[in-house]
């Protein structure tokens, strides 16, 4: 007998419209030089973890951006804005430090949106796949409007 393995999913960091990666204006997310995933263009100032996870990476100094590495192994990187790394004021707010456990639905990352449009940044926001782990197929799914916690973004197996 043969057992299908369950299939399990990814849900939205944040409200908002979804776009493929490839449509970010920055060569290193569109040509997808970090790895596939896609993007999320927020309607709100909060990022949620997507899933269960350890948090593997915490950019100190801007904190606009964390890595999360799954039970499955598979390493997601959430990257809020473009060229954010090079901001000196202090528009993000990290709520999870490196090493910690969090779940699907945590607030991972506030941050001022009115600051940093006026500061010329976007606040698209990429889920980057760094690394599938253990899983066989992934599968980025066709949603456009995202519903943060409960619209499913990645289907994995």
Same mark, same amino acid.
């Given at each position: 007998?043969?057992?299908?393995?369950?299939?399990?999913? @990814?849900? &939205?960091?944040? /409200? +908002?419209? *979804?776009?493929?990666?490839? #449509?970010?204006?920055?060569?290193?997310?569109?040509?997808? $030089?970090?790895?596939?995933?896609?993007?999320?263009?927020?309607?709100?100032?909060? @990022?949620? &973890?997507?899933? /269960? +996870?350890? *948090?593997?990476?915490?950019? #100190?100094?801007?904190?606009?951006?964390?890595?999360?590495? $799954?039970?499955?192994?598979?390493?997601?990187?959430?990257?809020?804005?473009?060229?954010?790394?090079?901001?000196?004021?202090?528009?993000?707010?990290?709520?999870?430090?490196?090493?910690?456990?969090?779940?699907?639905?945590?607030?991972?990352?506030?941050?001022?949106?009115?600051?940093?449009?006026?500061?010329?940044?976007?606040?698209?926001?990429?889920?980057?796949?760094?690394?599938?782990?253990?899983?066989?197929?992934?599968?980025?799914?066709?949603?456009?409007?995202?519903?943060?916690?409960?619209?499913?973004?990645?289907?994995?197996?």
């Amino acid at each position: 007998m043969f057992f299908k393995k369950k299939e399990s999913y @990814i849900t &939205a960091y944040t /409200d +908002g419209t *979804i776009i493929p990666i490839s #449509e970010v204006k920055d060569e290193v997310f569109s040509q997808k $030089m970090m790895g596939d995933g896609l993007a999320i263009y927020p309607e709100s100032d909060t @990022i949620y &973890a997507p899933c /269960d +996870g350890i *948090i593997t990476a915490v950019f #100190e100094q801007t904190q606009h951006a964390v890595g999360i590495t $799954m039970e499955n192994g598979m390493e997601i990187l959430l990257h809020v804005g473009l060229d954010t790394v090079n901001l000196h004021e202090p528009i993000f707010h990290t709520h999870v430090k490196k090493d910690e456990a969090v779940k699907q639905g945590q607030t991972l990352i506030t941050y001022d949106k009115e600051a940093l449009a006026a500061l010329g940044y976007s606040d698209v926001t990429m889920c980057v796949i760094l690394s599938n782990g253990n899983t066989k197929e992934v599968e980025l799914l066709k949603e456009t409007k995202a519903v943060a916690n409960k619209t499913n973004i990645i289907r994995y197996k």
